[in-house]
């Protein structure tokens, strides 16, 4: 029963978030408020990112739940596992706790009032509050293996080193910020703003690797008592 539950639930997600890609997707080229899609279109925004992470994610968690023997000794398992535990949870959780905390402050900051218009509630939701819910269902359903906490933390480190040089270089190209907060910050503003994103990325990795350990501890603890 738990096999065909985690089955459903990876193949549902994938669905889901393939469906809510498609649908903004399907928003480029359209007339939108300016500046939204402008030089890189969806591409710039790390919310339509996220989305994008936690489809593949899932796309390759509903493989792998088809795969003919220990799945847990496979290179596919693996890449599930860094992939959730490294980058879709904590990204996905940082997503939707800052943009919500942005959003509760001054919406105009994040998410401007003109974009109601163009995206729909639920879109809006679709990015930026079923993430959650849908993260915590995973740890629910699987248990995943945890990279080693400093080598965890590195790759995250690279990646969020990368996606601020891309924020930067859009500044740079065509003079426009990807968020209108950014844009009020000094550049000691944007130094400490980022590393407080970095901070928080931090403590999501380590609040997901701690929910992983809790929810499925004695089950890792058995496995390992066996191997032994």
């Known amino acids: 029963m738990t096999t065909y539950l985690r089955i459903v639930y990876h193949i549902t997600a994938f669905s889901w978030y393939a469906f809510v890609v498609k649908s903004l997707a399907a928003k480029d080229g359209e007339e939108l408020p300016p500046g939204i899609f402008v ?3 969806p591409w710039k925004y790390l919310t339509f990112l996220n989305l994008l ?10 493989v792998n739940d088809f795969q003919p023997g220990k799945k847990s000794e496979t290179v596919l398992n693996r890449c599930k596992d860094l992939l959730f535990s490294v980058f879709a949870f904590p990204v996905g959780m940082f997503v939707v706790l800052l943009f919500w905390m942005i959003f509760a402050y001054d919406r105009e900051l994040v998410y ?7 995206f729909p509630p639920w879109i809006n939701h679709s990015m930026h509050s079923f993430v959650l819910p849908i993260l915590l269902g995973e740890v629910l359903v699987q248990p995943h293996v945890y990279p080693k906490t400093k080598h965890g ?4 480190g690279v990646v969020g080193l990368a996606y ?11 003079g426009i910020w990807v968020y209108p907060l950014l ?46």
């Open 183 to 228: 844009g009020l910050l000094s550049n000691a503003g944007l130094v400490g703003f980022f590393f407080f994103n970095m901070s928080v990325v931090t403590l999501l990795y380590l609040l997901g690797d701690k929910l992983n350990s809790c929810v499925w501890g004695k089950d890792k603890n058995k496995k390992m008592a066996k191997r032994k």
């Open 112 to 118: 401007p009032a003109t974009i109601d218009a163009f």
């Open 153 to 156: 933390l590195a790759a995250l």
């Open 164 to 174: 601020l040089g891309w924020v930067i270089w859009v500044y740079v190209s065509v």
């Open 53 to 62: 992470l936690q489809m593949v994610f899932f796309g390759l968690a509903a």
């Open 39 to 41: 030089y890189g279109g």
